[in-house]
């Protein structure tokens, strides 16, 4: 695997659910705590906490709180792209840029992330392109189940830890 390029994955799935519910999936704090926050909390760039409904702009900041961790474990980054429809880029701390984008595909939508910029030591090996891919991969069927059959697979309990569902 030496010409593997750890620098980035991308993690694709098809959802039957409407572009624009998938959009505000990932760019509202109730549509990110429906399918993959504990807790989610976006602020423009005059510092203004946006409403649970209110969709990001570019340059909005962020603090992810997953279900199964203390608040003590935030990830915090920018929004470097929001175009309203079908696509989000921002900044996933020190793991890279994430881009999402919604394509169609038949009669359904693909949901798909990239990661990019992922340091490649060994380090950042394991612990970005491999465990990000990993949660990337849970949190994308999370949507899907959530969106197609309501069945919610995150771990809401802190005291098990080292989950795939968490």
Not at 37 to 46: G, H, M, N, P
Request: aromatic share 14%.
């Amino acid at each position: 695997m030496s010409n593997h390029d750890w620098s980035k994955f991308t993690v694709r799935i098809n959802v039957r659910a409407r572009r624009s519910d998938l959009y505000d999936a990932w760019t509202t704090k109730a549509g990110m705590e429906y399918w993959f926050l504990r807790k989610c909390e976006f602020v423009d760039a005059k510092g203004y906490i946006l409403d649970e409904e209110e969709t990001i702009r570019t340059g909005c900041t962020y603090s992810f709180y997953w279900h199964g961790y203390a608040d003590e474990v935030v990830e915090k980054g920018e929004i470097l792209e929001a175009n309203g429809q079908d696509r989000l880029v921002f900044r996933f701390g020190k793991a890279g840029i994430c881009t999402v984008r919604i394509l169609m595909a038949g009669d359904e939508q693909i949901v798909e992330i990239e990661q990019s910029e992922i340091p490649t030591d060994e380090h950042s090996q394991f612990q970005y392109y491999v465990g990000c891919k990993t949660g990337w991969t849970f949190y994308l069927t999370n949507l899907k189940s959530l969106f197609e059959g309501g069945i919610d697979l995150r771990n809401r309990d802190v005291n098990l830890q080292d989950m795939l569902n968490s």
